[in-house]
C-alpha cells in the first residue's frame, strides 16, 4: 500500500507516500552496494539517505502529479477467475469472491485500492552530489527491476522512471544491449569481487537476469510469466503426468507428510525456495501443511521469506513491453544453522537449494542479461 489510506481506501488524487519510495530505493541501494559489512552497509546507506546518527539526508519532494481515481482490481467488471495469470500472480491481495464475481481486490478478507496504470507522480530530489549520483543508481534499478506496493516481486505494480539518466537507445541497438549499457552505468567499474553468496538480497556473480521476446501488452507479459510458472511449479491437479517433476515430487511429499499424527518431515519441497510463508493445502482432499523455519538452537520459529524472484512488466526504450525476470540469489537465511520443520517438537532439515527457482530462471526462450 504505497498511497495514503483511510481504513485500507485510497485517499483520491492523493500522492505517493515518500516514506514509501525512500523504502523502495534503500532496498535498490542495499541490492546494489551488495556489501557484506552490514554495520558499513548501514554507515553508507546513512550518508545517502540521512538517519539521526548522521544527520540529514537525501531529500525527495513531491511536485505535482496527474489525477487519478482509486481503483478496484477484478470483480464483475474485469471477471478475473481463480487460476487466471492475474489472479495467480496477485494471490493475496487478489482472493476470490463468489463465481459471479470471481477474484477481486475488494473480497471478504480484506479491501484493497489500487493506483491506475498510468497515472504518474512527480519528485524533486535534493542533496549532495553523492547522494544524487547514488539516487540515480538506484533509480536505474528500479526502473529495470523494481515495482512498488502488494505482489511488486509478481509483476504487479511494475512502474517506469521517466528521467533523462538511462543510457541512449541507438539505432540498431537490441533492447538487451541497452538494458546491458543501463547495468554499466550501475557499475562502470563491473561488480567486483562478489563471488560469495549473500546474505541479503543483493547482486552479486550468483545473480541471473532474463528477458523475453516483445510483448503486445502489461496482460500478455503476465501471461509469459504464468506460463513459466505452468512449466516448472505449478502441480497440474487433473493431469498430475504433465507436471513438471519437481512440482510432482514436491505434492506427493507434501501430502504424505501432512498427516497430522506424523511430527517429523520425509523432505522439503523443492518450491519452497520461492519464499515464505509455505503454506500448501487442498480444500478437496482435505489436507494441509505448514512449513516453518526454525533457528539453531530451535527456540524461535520463522516463517517469513522475501521471494529471491523479481518479475517486472518492462516497458523497454522501444516502448513495447518484456517480461524481465531478476533472481537475486542469497542465502535463504543468513543463519546457515537455520532447519525447516512442521511443529516445534518434530525434526528438522535443512534448505532443500535452489532447484526450482533456477529452473525458472532457465527459460531457453529468454536472453539473458550479463551483468558488468
Known amino acids: 500500500l504505497m498511497g495514503r489510506s483511510v481504513k485500507h481506501r485510497l485517499i483520491e488524487h492523493d500522492g505517493l507516500r515518500v516514506p514509501s519510495l525512500r523504502g523502495v530505493l534503500r532496498f535498490w541501494f542495499r541490492a546494489m552496494e551488495g556489501i557484506a559489512d552490514t554495520e558499513l552497509l548501514w554507515k553508507k546507506e546513512s550518508d545517502i539517505f540521512g538517519s539521526t546518527d548522521s544527520g540529514q539526508g537525501l531529500r525527495i519532494i513531491p511536485v505535482g502529479q496527474t489525477p487519478w481515481t482509486p481503483l478496484v482490481i477484478g470483480g464483475e ?56 549520483d ?6 536505474r534499478l528500479l526502473h529495470l527491476f523494481g515495482g512498488i506496493g502488494s505482489r511488486s516481486r509478481r509483476a504487479w505494480g511494475s512502474l517506469a522512471v521517466g528521467s533523462d539518466i538511462f543510457a541512449e537507445f541507438n539505432a540498431g541497438d537490441s533492447v538487451t544491449d541497452w ?9 562502470p567499474n563491473g561488480l567486483g569481487d562478489r563471488d560469495h553468496l549473500p546474505a541479503y538480497s543483493a547482486f552479486s556473480s550468483h545473480t541471473r537476469v532474463r528477458i523475453s521476446a516483445a510483448t503486445r501488452d502489461y496482460l500478455e507479459t503476465m501471461k509469459e510469466f504464468h506460463k513459466q510458472f505452468e512449466e516448472v511449479r505449478l502441480y497440474k491437479i487433473f493431469h498430475p503426468e504433465k507436471s513438471h517433476q519437481i512440482a510432482r515430487r514436491d505434492h506427493d511429499l507434501e ?11 520425509h523432505d522439503v519441497p523443492r518450491r519452497i525456495a520461492y519464499g515464505m510463508p509455505y503454506y500448501p493445502k487442498s480444500r478437496n482432499h482435505n489436507w494441509e501443511i505448514e512449513y516453518k523455519g526454525y533457528t539453531a538452537d530451535g527456540k524461535e520459529s520463522i516463517d517469513r521469506r522475501a521471494s529471491p524472484l523479481f518479475l517486472k512488466v518492462f516497458q523497454g526504450p522501444d516502448r513495447k513491453f518484456y517480461a524481465v525476470s531478476l533472481f537475486l ?4 537465511f543468513s543463519d546457515d544453522k537455520f532447519k525447516l520443520g512442521k511443529v516445534p517438537r518434530g525434526g528438522r532439515l535443512p534448505f532443500p537449494g535452489w532447484e526450482a527457482v533456477d529452473k525458472f530462471i532457465a527459460n531457453e526462450d529468454w536472453q539473458r542479461i550479463t551483468l558488468p
Not at 103 to 117: C, G, L, Q, T
Not at 134 to 139: D, E, Q, R, Y
Open 77 to 132: 467488471k474485469d471477471k478475473i477467475r481463480g487460476g487466471d495469470p492475474l489472479a495467480y500472480l496477485g494471490y493475496g491481495p487478489l482472493n476470490y469472491v463468489n463465481k459471479e464475481v470471481g477474484v477481486s481486490s475488494h473480497n471478504k478478507s480484506i479491501f484493497r485500492d489500487a493506483i491506475p496504470e498510468g497515472t504518474v507522480f512527480n519528485f524533486r530530489a535534493v542533496g549532495k552530489r553523492e547522494q544524487i
Open 134 to 139: 547514488t539516487l540515480k543508481n538506484c533509480l
Open 179 to 187: 538494458f546491458e549499457k543501463v547495468l554499466k552505468q550501475v557499475w
Open 255 to 265: 501430502v504424505r507428510d501432512s498427516d497430522p499424527r506424523n511430527n517429523d518431515l
Open 329 to 332: 540469489k542469497a542465502q535463504f
